[in-house]
């Protein structure tokens, strides 16, 4: 079959995955000691924290990453005005959100961990700058998104060893966290300033065009806040049953899994993006063509990540992870099957964007939110760690398998709008 993505898509997608595929292979040497040196009860308030301000994720960012890069696409003349709309926007909801926070920790007197919300919180403020981002992958040059962040994973890894070697605390790696972005966002900020395509003096910020922005994203801000929200869940009823030591060992899973795998066919299927709303604008047929194609790619690579923890996981735990993480092993037999249900969910994702019909996307994962919540319930006290990790792989195949099929088919048969 001949491949239906030109060359210049092509590029731009092998770009992007080397530096997934790089960040793959660095964070398996390193990240793992980072695990180790601060123990499963550190790792498990690391975690923690994380999955609190992941939950507020979705408000940080107005949904608007997608709908930036598809903007650019179909505008490219817009550019900068949706850059510097799209950046203000998020900027005003970071600083109400981020002092909603703070106040919320002083007044409950919650002060243990104010010092690891504030790093974060300044992570998420950096950020904010790949809106700079979405205009490379718009415009299919992702070689400079490859340049930003292996510069910056080359010095986030010098940090991290340093830091694994002087067994420093667990803020000092949420402060690598923080820096990581911080250093993207400055070098994607003098790449645009040499380019000729590109001009700083025509960025101004759009008042109509922000609330056409946020009507836009509206849907994909609701339904991420409820992925980040079930993704999310079994780290709660982890503690809730639990412990500290529960969560640091079911994060060893998630980085894995999420940290690791989840993000090459994240990768892949965001370079891709604007060449398939390119082709839903210009010519259904090629579109439909290039879907097939990248359906197929997704499930041959879910299987092979399938496969891999299959078969090398418990090889894996062992070799890089110290004994405390030797209760992981199951759990990433059970929810290393993830990716293959997730990227079909994502390619799903990016048609709904392209057909305007992002309200499933809303529906689809409050199913998996509600599912999630009821299985991490009635298993995480049965099963423990594998009970986790089971009730997330039902639901995100219920949300990214049978819920899309059903509409699908339903819509084909004129039972849904």
Known sequence: MQIAFSKKDLNSTTWFSLEKLIQL????FIVPKIFNALGTVDMGKLNLVQAVLGLCTPVFFLGLAAICIREIVLQPKNSETLIATAFFMRFITWLL???GCITYLLLTDNTALIQLYFILLCSYLFRLTDVLEFYYLAIKQAKFIFISKITSLAIVLVLQYYGVTHQKNVTFFAKIIAL???????????ALLFNPKFSFKKLSISIPLGKQLLKMGFPLMISNALVMLYIGIDEMFLKYFYNDHANGVFGSVQYLVIGLSWTIG???????????????????KTYYIKLKQLIISMIILGICIGLLYSFLGGKILSLYFSEQYSEAKTPLFIFC????FVFLGMIYEKHLLNINQLQHEVYR????????LI??????????LNGAALAVLISHFITNIVYPTLQIYCQNKKCLP
């Open 97 to 99: 959100l981020s002092m």
């Open 25 to 28: 292979f660095a964070g398996v």
């Open 365 to 372: 994962f409050t199913l998996g939110c509600i599912i999630n």
């Open 266 to 284: 994240f990768a892949i299927i965001n370079a891709l993006y604007p060449s398939l709303a390119d082709s839903f604008k210009t010519n259904t």
């Open 337 to 340: 099957w993830a990716p293959l």
């Open 375 to 384: 299985l991490c319930y009635i298993l995480i006290p049965l099963y423990y």
């Open 180 to 190: 990581d972005f911080l250093i993207q966002g400055v070098i994607y900020t003098i």
